[in-house]
């Protein structure tokens, strides 16, 4: 198991490694660099920018430049903002949290919903529930994510007036109940595309299971098929979805960015969508980097939990 | 039962002569009814936008500045129209035009980039094929929007800077799966025989493996058109696209956000017709999946 453990993470940290140099690449081949975000206030002269650049270390060699920026990275300073001289990993953490709030409980929801939704297509297969299931998950793995925020806001905001239409809580009331009420719309419209995710590799996963000679065993044992399909199948079957949910962290991520803009949510998406369009470079490289991270670590945890969860996957090599 | 009653009996029924038409996986595919949907919806769109614009009596960008925000239906604009007084219905279907071609071309580039890559790095296994494959791992530790935005602010936006920014963002999982097929197919006895006869390694990749993965690109390639024309709608919808006055679905939907209460349908239509071709694509890539799979086959 340690030895997996090792090795795993040997794997991660040279992907890493790959992932800051393409990271790098990106910011520096902007037209005029880090740099365009002076050049662009129209106020710099040729010899100001130069000036710059020889005091942000930009005129030197690019793998020079790599090198230090890698070396300040692992010392914990990822630079300052351009745009108020925050330090990156400082703005990166107050934004953090909104964005987490939003994925766990929209990856909640899409757990509880995709998981019945999946079981009850696999129990009755081929239904018209099952049918209507299949098709719903393929629209809603279709239909654009901001639009579907649009909709909502439209239909809940708009016509109900049930929901409010955005921000994470009413200005002057921070009070929990006011924050679920703000949570409701966005964590719905984010968990459409994963229950869609989830039903289908949860329907998959269970007709799998349900023809072991397990299930067929707790049969012949005489329990009831309520106990057999939910403490036998559901749970060997859910031991896939381990796997689905850590590899499904890119695409919650690019959710999480979209529905924030939609529904004005002060996360890291929105961050992101802010210092681009202030061409904020160390952010926006703080950003890249820190989801590749959480990608990776996503994968990573899933293998590891796969592991301990399923003793018969043996670690040993 | 004696041989030559076999024979007689089969003799009559004459197999039909074979054509595309009446192949089995044409059968399987004809079978799956949310494929047939989708193909049809698909050529109907595109009839549509092609079409569409030249019988239509307004141009998508004629500003008709005394029919701003008419509804749909209510007045000689059939769709409404957009707070500019634009007619919704030209302007949808000049969009189409736009982002269906921004999905079928980024489709062709970022296939013939996956195939290239996967193709090398699954016949040349060993350090070549290891680098590139931990390149493509790593391009796809970055969730798409994320690198789609990150690049889209050093580009000019333009149609065709747009097509290759979604090409050069979605041609990972097309490498990961030629890559794949590429290995279990050099090992079989056809390619060892190519390599015994001495045949080039680029034609052992080009006329021996990369014919017999087919089916699996034909599939990843339609899904790939579904997700350039979903990118191409989310990057627009953020303003960092295809710019107006040209539409495409995405920018459509730019504005409509703070109409949302005035003129609901500036939001509902061009979302619907997103909605309508990236499904369409996912069903057929669907359907192709269950026609193209020799193990399914009909009974």
Redesign the interface.
Known sequence: MSTFLVQRLMQAL???L??SM??FA?LH???GGPLSQFAASGEMTQADLDRIAEQLGLNRPLPVQYLEWLWRMLRGDWGLSYRDQQPVLHIIASHIGATLELMLTSTLLAMLLGAWIGILGAIKRYSLFDSLAT?GA??A???????FG??V??VFS?GLGWLP?GNRYTIGDGSFLNQIHHLIGPCIVLALVSTAVWSRYMRSSMLEVVNQDYIRTARAKGLPERSVLLRHAFRNALLPMITITGLH???L??GA??TE??FTWPGMGRL??DS?SY?DYPV?MG??MF??VL??LGSLIADLLYGIADPRIARNG | MSNSELISTAEPRLAPPPSFWNSPGFRRFRRHKLAVFGATAIVVMTLACIIGPMLLPYNDTFIDIRQRFAPPFSGPHVLGTDPLGRDILARLLMAGRISLAVGFSAMVISMAIGICVGMVAGFYEGVIGATLMRFVDAMLCFPSIFLLLAISALISPSVPSIVMLIAMTSWMEVARVVEAQMRSLRTRDFAVAAVSMGSSNARIMFRELLPNAVAPIVVAATLNVAHAILAESYISFLGYGIQPPTPSWGNMLEGAQSYLTSAPWLAILPGAAITLAVTSFNFVGDGLRDALDPRLDLP
């Open positions: 040279v992907l890493l790959i992932v393409i990271g990106i081949l902007a037209p098709i393929m629209i793995l279709s239909i654009p994510t901001f639009w649009l909709v806001i439209y708009v239409s962290v890119p695409t991520l690019s960015l979209v803009t939609v992101f969508l681009i061409r926006v950003i890249l989801t590749a990608v990776l």
